[in-house]
């Protein structure tokens, strides 16, 4: 039974390789159509092996996986209704960019006359138009990457797969490209399935995005849902930056978990009122602000010392130590030219943010 | 590398006994020989140097012709066979684990370290009237008219009175499948060379993009070991054209190869200028090909670069 609101359906599927390593454990993931999905994570996650299961490189140790309703149990990679952008783009390096992207029009029976049209259509698409007789070798990076997106979405896919696509290129290009690949996806409307372990990237270009962890989906949800609300220590960790607080449960206050924090005291977090013992409290560190004299009326703190201060330009990154050693980070935006040396190493200042910007973890 | 300037002595204290080696061992034969191709013959021993071109010229009589169009032909045969059988062993190596590639390699290399004659010899068991290979037939000749003993259609002699063994030995067949045999390894290790450098994301692409394995092998992999291809039918083709153990013992009457003939001249006709003039002849044609493979090679090297 197709359901019109999937396009890609994974199911319970599990990779083992050999008998000893797992890569993927009981994924279930429904992608929409239409979506821009990210899976994310750090090498060895299990993300680049479910994007090969999806291509049909590899096979599901168990498991179904579904596209656009039919099972692609047994069908060959070359007979499913997707294409691949490959991490090294694996540009024919023996056939013009014409022939690169007309190839796999050629090898389906696409008839002669509609090639050529469709051809520089899809060079045009990447802003490649008037680049089809050059060869590989005669193109950057940056290029030769909009060919193989040009020779993948040639063939109309239902879904795009793009391994690590940007990890190639430099910062500035990469930039650049991550806009460019969102614009591509408005315009053609295919479902993309990105795999990445730059969180920003996943962040900035994705719908939504599936963290994974040891060949599991730690968490599956929006950009600003991961970063906002991550549901355990690994994504509160893995996405942004974040402090990391020990509590400990200490009781309910209306709807509110008080959760008892060294050196601050009870704190009411909004969150799973479940949650007994030993908990997580996070606070990203431009959700703190530096003050002098101790925190607002709305607002908790610890004290601690600055112990290094990083500057990046737009933003600087202030490490403070406590009285019990925890390490803190706050970022301070730098609003104006001058004056940013207020703060110095040394220093004692109030680390405060308000409890309703904290997130409640599990242990 | 710049440092031999340095130390000139240095570096002709250590250059000097290779180049030694080189000269008198094997560029001052050498000369000797091209020196002798242009000579005549003198009584027994004696070779007069006479700068004639009569042994150049004898070469091209028709008799020798037939012998080296017969010796690119057994070497042509060979290198193209080859090159059929040894692309699905790369292949094969290419893609199996890889705790396994190094002993297959192994396995290809592995009758380098075996005597040819003996090699040959072992060739000449398996392949004679009372060797392996009729052996087999007969077992099974044997089995089959057991069966036909068991359906009662013995009588009729369907298999023949006697099991007749194929002659498998002393002919032109016979010479192919040695010199095969013998120089499969040349043509394997190049491929897999070639086939093991290639990023396998380029196979991947070609099925991702709707093509068949077929296709895929003759639309990228060939064209992309290319390079290997070319060094695999070079250097298989070279030595088999210079065979001379394999054709003289496996071969029949009319099997022999250029090489043989140059043999002969040396020892039993004992007609050095003319041998030395044929080895000359061998000697171009080889250098003829691997001109062509540089050629080629340069051809290639551009886009290996990609």
């Not at chain 2, 000369?31 to 004696?46: A, L, T, Y």
Request: with cysteine.
């Amino acid at each position: 039974m197709p359901d019109n609101d999937v396009m890609i359906s994974i199911k319970e599927v599990t990779k083992r390789f050999g008998n000893t390593v797992t890569a993927v454990d009981q994924v279930s993931i429904d992608i929409r159509p239409g979506e821009f999905f990210a899976l994310l994570g750090p090498s060895g996650c299990g993300k680049t092996t479910l994007l090969r299961m999806i291509a049909g490189f590899e096979l599901p140790s168990a498991g179904q996986i579904l596209i656009d309703g039919q099972d692609m149990e047994g069908i060959a990679p070359n007979h499913r209704p997707i294409n691949m952008v490959f991490q090294s783009y694996a540009v024919f390096p023996h056939m013009s960019v014409f022939d690169n992207v007309a190839y796999g029009l050629k090898v389906s029976g696409v008839p002669r006359a509609e090639i050529g049209p469709r051809v520089e259509e899809s060079l045009d698409l990447v802003k490649l138009a008037g680049y089809g007789p050059r060869m590989p070798d005669q193109l950057s990076g940056g290029q030769r990457q909009r060919v193989a997106l040009a020779r993948a979405l040639v063939k109309r896919p239902k879904v795009l797969l793009l391994d690590e696509p940007l990890s190639a290129l430099d910062a500035k290009l990469r930039e650049a490209m991550q806009l460019e690949l969102v614009r591509l996806q408005h315009t053609v409307g295919i479902t993309f399935i990105v795999v990445t372990h730059d969180q920003k990237e996943a962040l900035s270009m994705a719908n939504r995005i599936a963290v994974m962890e040891e060949g599991q989906v730690r968490q599956l949800a929006s950009p600003a849902e991961l970063y906002e609300a991550p549901n355990c220590r690994f994504v509160a960790d893995f996405i942004g930056k974040t402090n990391l607080l020990q509590g400990r449960v200490g009781g309910l206050s209306g709807a509110q978990v008080l959760v008892q924090v060294e050196g601050i005291g009870p704190v009411p977090l909004s969150g799973d009122k479940e949650m007994r013992g030993e908990v997580g409290v996070a606070v990203r560190p431009e959700k703190m602000r530096l003050r002098g004299d101790g925190p607002a009326e709305d607002e908790v703190g610890i004290k601690g010392r600055v112990a290094e201060i990083a500057y990046f330009g737009e933003v600087s990154f202030v490490y403070l130590t406590d009285a019990q050693g925890r390490s803190l980070s706050v970022a301070v935006p730098n609003h104006k030219r001058t004056g940013g040396g207020a703060i110095l190493t040394g220093q004692d200042h109030w680390c405060c943010w308000r409890p309703e910007d904290a997130i409640l973890l599990p242990e | 590398m710049e440092s031999w300037r340095r130390h000139p002595l240095v570096f002709w204290l250590i250059n000097l006994p290779p180049t030694l080696w080189l000269v008198v061992f094997f560029l001052l034969p050498l000369s000797i020989i091209w020196v002798f191709s242009f000579g005549e013959k003198e009584g027994v021993i004696g070779i007069n140097v006479t700068w004639t071109l009569a042994n150049y010229v004898r070469a091209f009589d028709p008799l020798y012709l037939e012998i080296f169009t017969k010796s690119f032909w057994f070497a042509g045969i060979t290198t193209f066979l080859c090159l059929v059988i040894g692309f699905p062993i790369a292949i094969f190596i290419t893609f199996s684990p890889a705790r396994w590639r190094p002993v297959l390699l192994l396995l290809i290399i592995l009758p380098f370290w075996t005597n040819l004659l003996i090699r040959t010899y072992a060739l000449i068991a398996v392949l004679r009237m009372r060797g392996y290979v009729n052996f087999t037939l007969e077992w099974f000749w044997e089995k089959a008219n057991g069966v036909l003993l068991f359906l009662g259609l013995d009588n009729v002699a369907l298999l023949g009175e006697r099991f007749q063994p194929l002659e498998l030995l002393y002919n032109n067949t016979a010479v192919v499948i040695g010199l095969v045999y013998v120089h499969l390894p040349f043509m394997v290790l190049p491929l897999y060379a070639a086939l093991d450098r290639m990023d396998k994301s380029y196979l991947e692409a070609s099925l991702d993009l709707g093509a068949g394995q077929f296709r895929t092998f003759f639309a990228v992999t060939v064209p992309l070991a290319k390079a290997g291809i070319i060094s695999g039918l070079i250097i298989t083709f070279i030595p088999a054209l210079g065979s001379f153990l394999t054709p003289d013992l496996l071969g029949g009457t009319d099997s022999q190869m250029i090489a043989n003939v140059i043999e002969r001249q040396f020892k039993s006709a004992n007609d050095w200028p003319f041998g030395a003039a044929l080895s000359y002849l061998l000697m171009y044609i080889t250098f003829f090909a691997l001109a062509i493979r540089a050629l080629m090679a340069r051809g290639t090297s551009a886009m290996e670069a990609a």
